[in-house]
């Protein structure tokens, strides 16, 4: 499994694993799959993202996840980067499967 890096206050990388995709379903208090990337609340897109980079910083919280934002990018640029994390994640495993 990759990573997905974006610059905010430093280089951060998103990675999705097991662990992260819990988090997101205890959070959201549902399962990823039922999670639509397009309706999500502001709450939820800084769940989504602070999941996705927990594993580089424990300390890491959704509300200072949503300060980074606010002070070193914008929401589409950190969602885009987190969406294109969730396809790795999920991509790989579908293509091994396709090519063999």
Request: aromatic share 6%; hydrophobic share 40%; no cysteine.
């Amino acid at each position: 499994m990759g990573y997905t890096p974006i610059k905010l206050d430093k280089v951060r990388n998103f990675r999705y694993g097991m662990k992260a995709i819990s988090l997101v379903e205890k959070a959201l208090k549902k399962p990823i799959s039922k999670v639509d990337l397009n309706g999500l609340t502001m709450e939820d897109s800084a769940v989504l993202i602070w999941a996705g980079l927990a594993h580089e910083d424990k300390e890491l919280t959704p509300d200072r996840v949503m300060d980074l934002i606010d002070d070193y990018s914008t929401l589409p640029e950190v969602m885009e980067a987190a969406g294109q994390a969730l396809q790795e994640a999920f991509g790989s495993a579908e293509g091994s499967g396709k090519n063999e």
